[in-house]
């Protein structure tokens, strides 16, 4: 009988086409926006031109590598993260959860996220896909750099157990977050801090509290490089009492735009880190994540 981790390609041939993806996927939507452009203009007139105006008045920072962004962004993003254990056991994770994050209201953003590929290169262990999940976020306040430069935002995702052979969730999931950031001059710090609410089995599956913060320093034009830390404590469940938390430096090159004109926002930005584990407790030693976002 074929097994589902005999239907997916070699590791050798993903791990070069997920870097390929990861490069090239913000270029290959360009296709599609300016035909929808074309084809419905008066319609999408409004749309943009509200999009424009709430990106304005938030700081221009980059979405960071890992953590959530304070501000709301509309882009089409894709990641590719690979993760190696203290027993050399390598898990490659193709998307990532990302997808496609929308401005339809104002200060509002709507996220669509896409259930990732996970390949374990464990015999032992079937690869699959993940969780479909949404996330809706309001920026309660903000201000860009001529406006004492800082963004607070309240987001809600939901996630649904979509994963296949335990790749993903046991119990649907709602994860409220709260995040905050503030610039000095070329230089801004943003946190966040948030729950995992399982819908059900709570003794089983547990709760946890996800909390964020990265320095952001704008080197030159497109160069941003960061440090994030990026820890998870747990409550009942397996993991009762302990704690994970890794530390992550990081590059992000932002903003690469793709037009001459000055309204138009059509822009490529690249991303990378390494997560290197800090807590006694960690389901990985280190990970390197490669993103990529086409904004629109």
């Not at 997916?8 to 296709?31: C, E, M, Q, V, W």
């Not at 296949?164 to 709260?178: F, H, M």
């Amino acid at each position: 009988m074929t097994t589902a981790a005999a239907l997916l390609p070699s590791r050798a041939k993903t791990n070069g086409l997920a870097i390929r993806i990861a490069f090239a996927f913000p270029l290959l939507a360009l296709t599609i926006g300016p035909t929808a452009r074309a084809q419905s203009k008066n319609i999408f007139s409004n749309y943009e031109q509200r999009v424009k105006v709430t990106s304005a008045e938030q700081p221009a920072w980059p979405v960071p590598v890992v953590s959530p962004s304070s501000g709301i962004v509309q882009l089409v993003r894709f990641d590719f993260v690979r993760q190696y254990t203290s027993t050399h056991t390598l898990t490659e994770n193709y998307d990532n959860g990302k997808g496609f994050n929308f401005i339809p209201f104002y200060r509002t953003e709507v996220d669509v996220n896409l259930p990732p590929l996970i390949e374990h290169n464990n015999p032992k262990v079937v690869d699959g896909a993940g969780d479909f999940s949404m996330l809706l976020k309001y920026r309660l306040a903000a201000g860009n750099d001529k406006h004492h430069n800082y963004a607070i935002s309240a987001q809600l995702q939901g996630v649904g157990t979509t994963g296949s052979y335990k790749n993903g969730t046991v119990r649907n999931q709602i994860n409220p977050t709260v995040i905050g950031g503030k610039g000095f001059g070329h230089f801004d710090v943003q946190s966040s801090i948030g729950g995992v609410l399982p819908v059900g089995s709570i003794h089983t599956v547990g709760r946890s509290v996800v909390w964020n913060t990265v320095g952001q320093y704008k080197a030159t034009k497109l160069l941003w490089p960061e440090v994030e830390v990026n820890s998870v404590f747990y409550h009942l469940g397996p993991n009762n009492g302990k704690n994970q938390t890794f530390v992550t430096p990081g590059m992000m090159t932002s903003r690469i735009q793709l037009s001459q004109e000055k309204d138009n926002r059509q822009a490529v930005i690249f991303g990378v880190g390494m997560q290197i584990a800090t807590s006694s407790f960690h389901a990985y030693n280190h990970a390197l994540v490669v993103t990529s976002r086409l904004t629109f």
